[in-house]
């Protein structure tokens, strides 16, 4: 089955510690993405890669890391961890570099105390 | 960078009637316009996406309609259901500079029965 997986779904941590949210697709596409969705505020872009070692930041970069080593997998690194970074974050990707139907993961949910 | 603005935020329709969802954008270089519904719990899924060489496209009950010197988009459902239920979101994209994605801040759809 054609699917983007995130690990974990669920997630609460403390300030400062270090956290890693993998994401994982199978439809060995070109581009992925992660967006952080809060109430009110729509989905925001955190960073995106058109493949493999290309990443470029998206609208709300600060904070966080990437890496794409590998074109399957794009994990989403929190370094320092901070409360307001609490929120639901959601990986995507799609075929080519962009312009096409993104495939959403089901979301992590993080909580950062 | 690119700003996308969505009304109404919340629309509740009678089972049957029509649903219009308006977004607007203001980097004239956006090319890529797709729409995504969001199910409680799940990630977006597309629905419906339009490019700039195009004024309109239907797929059965959903259409979306661009007007490029205006900088905006709509999204058109007809006959709605209550399956129709969700959180719809609009984006804007540069399909050939970055290819990153501004989401407009969703409208959630309730359809009466």
């Known amino acids: 089955e054609a699917q983007v997986t995130q690990n974990p779904r669920y997630l609460i941590t403390v300030t400062g510690k270090k956290l890693t949210v993998t994401c994982s697709q199978n439809m060995n596409h070109e581009y992925m993405s992660w967006y952080r969705q809060d109430p009110g505020l729509g989905l925001r872009q955190i960073y995106y890669s058109m493949n493999v070692e290309v990443t470029d930041k998206g609208d709300v970069p600060e904070g966080y890391k990437v890496s794409r080593k590998e074109k399957r997998n794009f994990p989403l690194i929190l370094e320092s961890p901070s409360p307001n970074q609490t929120s639901l974050y959601f990986c995507?990707?799609?075929?080519?570099?962009?312009?096409?139907?993104?495939?959403f993961g089901p979301g992590t949910r993080l909580t950062v105390t | 960078g690119e700003n996308v603005e969505q009304h109404p935020s919340t629309l509740s329709v009678q089972e049957g009637d029509s649903a219009v969802i308006k977004c607007t954008y203001s980097d004239s270089a956006s090319n890529y316009f797709p729409w995504y519904k969001q199910e409680l719990g799940k990630g977006p899924q597309l629905i419906i996406d339009?490019?700039?060489?195009?004024g309109e496209k239907k797929d059965q009950r959903i259409a979306v309609t661009l007007n490029k010197t205006a900088k905006h988009f709509s999204l058109h459902i007809t006959e709605t259901q209550p399956e129709d239920s969700a959180v719809y979101f609009c984006a804007a994209s540069i399909t050939n500079t970055g290819n990153q994605f501004y989401f407009g801040t969703g409208t959630s759809l309730t359809v009466i029965p």
């Open positions: 339009i490019r700039s060489n195009v």
């Open positions: 995507a990707s799609s075929y080519g570099t962009g312009g096409n139907e993104q495939y």
